[in-house]
């Protein structure tokens, strides 16, 4: 996508299934002139 | 005898190949709809932190949500019982996740649009297990995923002279 960075990272975990976890990692990626 | 466990061996096999070819198609088909959809709303400003732009004023705000509901088929639910004896990554989950939260987003930056809104600012992603098929909690049934945020409307100000 081009960008160098990614701020206001925010992390989430669920129980997807017995035995199943999803960890998930999502922010906003920009480009920092 | 011998009919009866040929049956009880038949069907689940039948049920894993039409769950492959059937769910492999749907799975195919969302993608190629996703990548559309995406496309079309690609300019449209989604961040998840709160953005004002500096030479802009909100005129409006409201809170907008994008919600999907997805459920594994039993092919894929059959490679995840395998996984799980090992552990590892399930590969199988994965991409209906992503599937999920790609629509969910998708959802969300479409109902924004509808209202009439520039951007979509603070957005937050939530998964969650809705519920299992059967009483005794096993197997996953639907994952929900929901993606929300604040609809809000940029105005340039009219300088003042």
Do not use: C, W
């Not at chain 1, 997807?16 to 999803?22: N, Y």
């Not at chain 2, 979509?120 to 049934?141: F, M």
């Amino acid at each position: 996508m081009g960008a160098n960075a990614v701020i206001n990272v925010r992390f989430t975990t669920s129980s997807v299934a017995q035995g199943a976890a999803e960890l998930f990692a999502y922010g906003t990626a920009v480009k920092v002139q | 005898m011998a009919t009866e466990a040929l049956v009880n061996l038949l069907i689940p096999l039948v049920l894993l190949i039409g769950a492959y070819f059937i769910g492999t198609a749907i799975e195919k088909k969302h993608y190629r709809e996703l990548r559309a959809r995406e496309h079309a709303s690609r300019g449209f400003l989604t961040v998840t932190f709160p953005y004002q732009p500096p030479d802009q004023e909100a005129v409006d705000a409201m809170m907008v949500t994008g919600s999907v509901v997805i459920s594994v088929d039993y092919f894929k639910r059959f490679l995840a019982g395998l996984r799980m004896l090992f552990g590892g990554r399930i590969a199988s989950y994965e991409s209906l996740l992503d599937r999920a939260r790609r629509e969910a987003i998708v959802r969300m930056k479409d109902e924004a649009r509808r209202k009439g809104f520039n951007a979509v600012i603070n957005v937050r992603l939530e998964t969650s297990r809705i519920a299992s098929s059967g009483g005794n909690n096993k197997g996953t049934a639907a994952v929900e995923i929901l993606a929300f945020g604040t609809g809000v409307k940029f105005k340039r100000p009219a300088t003042a002279s």
